[in-house]
Every structure is written in structure tokens, then in C-alpha cells.
Nanobody, 115 residues
Framework: QVQLVESGGGLVQAGGSLTLSCAASRSIRTINLMAWYRQAPGKQRELVASITGGGVPNYADSVKGRFTISRDNAKNTVYLQMNSLKAEDTAVYYC?????????WGKGTLVTVSS
């Protein structure tokens, strides 16, 4: 089973930026779709962005134009660059496959946006 470790979260002021990383314990080269999810306090987990093995991204409407997903298959890592952060982006961010999360969930990384 692939282990996923998210990192890069922290406290940032509204309008600021963060870059998250998701490191996989083994190759994701053959994995078609990887994705970032988030879960805000008291809310359901939701998809933030997905990316194909060839690097084609899709984004939730709420983050389109502000977030950029990318992957480096050689490093077994998926990234999420977050710009123009808003208070409503506050959540624990996770990575996994899409549309079905077939790997065990990691601990996630907490992003807190102050306003």
C-alpha cells in the first residue's frame, strides 16, 4: 500500500500564499489521477483539484484561478500552490487518488487563513 505524507501547511494571512506537498512512499508514475482534498471544520471532505498522469489539471470552482496543482512523478510528489488565500480556505488538506480514494488517508496538513 502506498503511504501518503502531506506537508507545507501553516498559518497565513488572507491574501497570502502557501505551497503544499504530498509525498508518496513509492512510485505514482502509473497512477492516472491524483488529487487534493480538504475538510473544513464541521464540513464534508471536498475535492480541491485533480491532475492526470500527463499533468492535465481540473479545479473546483471555489479555487479556480487561485490554486495550481502539479506533479513530479520522478519525485513521487504532488504539489498544490495556493495563492490569494481566503478565510474559507481554512481546512485540513489531504491527497489521494480520484474519484475513489484507494489509499489510506494520511494525516493531512492544516492550513489556517486569518482575516
Amino acid at each position: 500500500q502506498v503511504q501518503l505524507v502531506e506537508s507545507g501547511g501553516g498559518l497565513v494571512q488572507a491574501g497570502g500564499s502557501l505551497t503544499l506537498s504530498c509525498a508518496a512512499s513509492r512510485s505514482i508514475r502509473t497512477i492516472n489521477l491524483m488529487a487534493w482534498y480538504r475538510q473544513a471544520p464541521g464540513k464534508q471532505r471536498e475535492l480541491v483539484a485533480s491532475i492526470t498522469g500527463g499533468g492535465v489539471p481540473n479545479y473546483a470552482d471555489s479555487v479556480k484561478g487561485r490554486f495550481t496543482i502539479s506533479r513530479d512523478n520522478a519525485k513521487n510528489t504532488v504539489y498544490l500552490q495556493m495563492n490569494s488565500l481566503k478565510a474559507e480556505d481554512t481546512a485540513v488538506y489531504y491527497c489521494n487518488t480520484w474519484p475513489n480514494a484507494i489509499y489510506d488517508w494520511g494525516k493531512g496538513t492544516l492550513v489556517t487563513v486569518s482575516s
